[in-house]
């Protein structure tokens, strides 16, 4: 079942082989076989030449983390992600619904979801992330107590919910009503933080495939969140990531769900517009 | 050689972090290439004790992004600048001193951190916690942590 509908999301990529250019960009692998990853594209046009291409965090790990992310038998990830689909078919809170009595099967009905968000919530009048839209319908809709925003419930659930967009690109809106939230982003990411002052583009745009110490940075991309730490042997959101990264400077970080993470969030998700949504994915 | 130790004299009663004989980090003489001619204790720096400064993680943490041939026993050596070997040899004592203290006077907007400054900073934190710092900040390295490390860059001549 799941096999069937993510074939039919990749329909078009599907006979293209690893390591040739797609019409989007380049594939770099597949998971199982038959999910294309297009881990190199030309950077959207609003990243005004900051960079040339935007580059999958997959490109920068070794070969045999690399591989886990290739098969869902050997991705750590996939435990949390059979929890979450129990836990999708489970009633909670007062009004006694799972999230399955409305949404159905989440290979269906969250096809693409993962790939728009962060997005603008018509009704609340907000920019949402996906975490942000999970705990509105926990506390608006079921009547149950909101999830922690980095937590393990809201990560396995974040990652369950990418598995119906593997493969598709990452496509998330900057204008109209979200533009404003955009720029914060974009000013955050060039904001020297902390002791250090270092910005997220001191690592992730300027030294981009270089070590620091032992670890060769990536672009800081976030199509692949939540992903599995091998460190942590447990799933990390992007907005924990983020906390991570902003500590490191020697800052006071900000916190998971702020309204600075999310606008960070937002900016962070357009740097890696057209590459492929790859959550759960593996890291060391 | 007097009126720099009396300079100095008179700096450590004014600097409020500064130990006595030391330039305080607000103190410190760049000249308009961002190099400091004078010792900032007057005290002779220790290459040895530069090493330890230039590849302990909680210290200078140089080689995470230097690569420097003569402390190829120490793991991990980083791209993100310019490899140092031979720096003793390109480069004045006064302009090493300028640039471990405070390269962004050298380099305008360097990568590189600002190791003798205490305040002026956006979101400081209490070290790695990602709780809120109250400034002044200790400098990340002491005045003779940054002659130390001074001292052991005047050793790579080659």
Request: aromatic fraction near 6%; proline fraction near 5%.
């Amino acid at each position: 079942m799941k096999m069937t509908v993510l074939k039919s999301a990749i329909a078009g990529l599907a006979l293209v082989a690893t390591g040739v250019m797609a019409e989007e960009g380049t594939v770099g692998f597949e998971i199982n076989g038959d999910i294309p990853i297009v881990t190199r594209v030309p950077a959207a046009a609003h990243l005004d030449g900051a960079l040339s291409e935007a580059i999958s965090g997959w490109e920068y790990r070794d070969s045999s983390t690399q591989a886990m992310q290739m098969d869902d038998f050997d991705n750590p990830a996939m435990l949390a992600v059979e929890q979450a689909a129990e836990v999708w078919n489970t009633a909670m809170g007062t009004v006694g619904k799972s999230c399955a009595d409305c949404h159905g099967d989440v290979n269906e009905s969250m096809i693409g979801i993962r790939a728009t968000y962060p997005k603008w919530n018509e009704k609340a009048g907000e920019v949402r992330t996906l975490a942000m839209q999970v705990n509105n319908c926990l506390t608006e809709n079921m009547g149950a107590e909101a999830w922690k925003y980095d937590g393990a419930d809201m990560a396995a659930m974040e990652a369950l919910i990418s598995i119906p967009s593997r493969g598709m690109p990452v496509n998330v809106a900057i204008d109209g009503p979200v533009a404003s939230v955009w720029e914060q982003g974009k000013e955050m990411y060039y904001t020297r933080y902390g002791q250090l002052e270092l910005s997220c583009a001191s690592c992730h745009e300027l030294n981009y495939d270089n070590l620091i110490r032992a670890d060769h940075l990536s672009q800081g991309q976030i199509n692949a969140f939540p992903v599995y730490r091998l460190k942590d042997t447990g799933l990390v959101t992007t907005h924990g990531r983020f906390k991570g990264c902003v500590r490191d400077t020697r800052a006071e970080t900000f916190a998971a769900g702020s309204p600075e993470f999310v606008a960070l969030e937002l900016y962070v998700a357009s740097r890696g517009n057209g590459l492929s949504v790859e959550a759960p994915a593996v890291r060391p | 050689m007097k009126s720099i130790i009396q300079m100095a004299v008179g700096l450590a009663m004014v600097g409020t972090v500064a130990m006595a004989g030391e330039v305080a980090p607000d103190d410190v003489a760049y000249d308009e290439y961002g190099a400091v001619a004078v010792s900032l204790t007057g005290v002779a720096g220790d290459p040895a004790n530069g090493i330890k400064i230039m590849t302990e993680r909680s210290k200078g943490n140089c080689i995470a992004c230097h690569q420097v041939t003569a402390l190829a026993e120490f793991p991990f050596h980083g791209e993100v600048g310019p490899m140092l070997d031979g720096v003793g040899a390109n480069r004045s004592e006064a302009e090493l001193r300028g640039i471990v203290a405070n390269a962004k006077i050298t380099f305008p907007e360097s990568v590189m951190p600002s190791f003798y400054k205490t305040h002026g900073y956006i979101r400081p934190g209490d070290a790695f916690t990602g709780k809120a710092g109250t400034e002044p900040l200790p400098p990340l390295l002491t005045a003779q942590e940054i002659e130390d490390v001074v001292a052991f860059l005047m050793t790579l001549q080659d």
